[in-house]
């Protein structure tokens, strides 16, 4: 569960909302790279909840919940969650249909819901009596979040602020161009920049959500 939440979903969630502008004239499978990486992480994800949800299952012996701690609800609600994607996903509309964009809103809300209460089910499992889990859990966790919202929050503005910079040079150009000084040769080359820099900062935190895995399982193995 831990490798599915924080791991892959993270990583996917980041690419699918980041990252679609990336590799534009480049596929992998028939179909965009970042889909195809997206779709790839969030296959492997559900695989490994729905692994984790059968073998949590036989180890308790089915369902005994007798306890106030919210742990299981959640588990279950963010379970149930995890698998209506992919059967919305077979019912996903064209590109150019009218009704894509209520699917893009549906995908997107019960995705990110799905990993929110996902981990805030993960912070519950520390209260548990059966994990033996230590309150640096909470500290590992609580440092995951703060470093993918601000990888978000990076992502974000740096779309922001380049799409702000591709405006204002469109205008640019086109005053030129009406006074016949056009010249958009060093375009391509400012796009290259801002997509590198995109995929180091990418690699960056893929290289961060491996340290806090590797510290998760540290935590959970000696607990």
Known sequence: ??????????LGILLARHFKSSWETRTLCGVKIWFAL???LMIAALIMVVIAFIVIFVYKGGWNYDTSNPHAVLGCIATALGLCQPIMALF????????RPIFNWLHF?????????????IFFAVSLESSGLKDNFY???????????LFHFFFQV??????RKKNNEVKMLDLAGRGGLANS??????NLVNQAIRLIFLGIYTIFVVVILIALYALIGVA
């Open 1 to 10: 569960m831990v490798t599915a939440w924080v791991g892959l979903v993270s």
């Open 38 to 40: 997206h779709r790839g």
């Open 92 to 99: 996903r509309p064209a590109a150019d249909h009218p009704k």
């Open 109 to 121: 809300t019960v995705g990110n819901a799905a990993q929110i209460i996902a981990v805030i089910t």
């Open 139 to 149: 500290t590992v966790m609580a440092v995951f979040i703060i470093v993918y919202l």
């Open 158 to 163: 740096h779309t922001w602020s380049s799409q």
């Open 185 to 190: 040769n060093d375009a391509p080359e400012k």
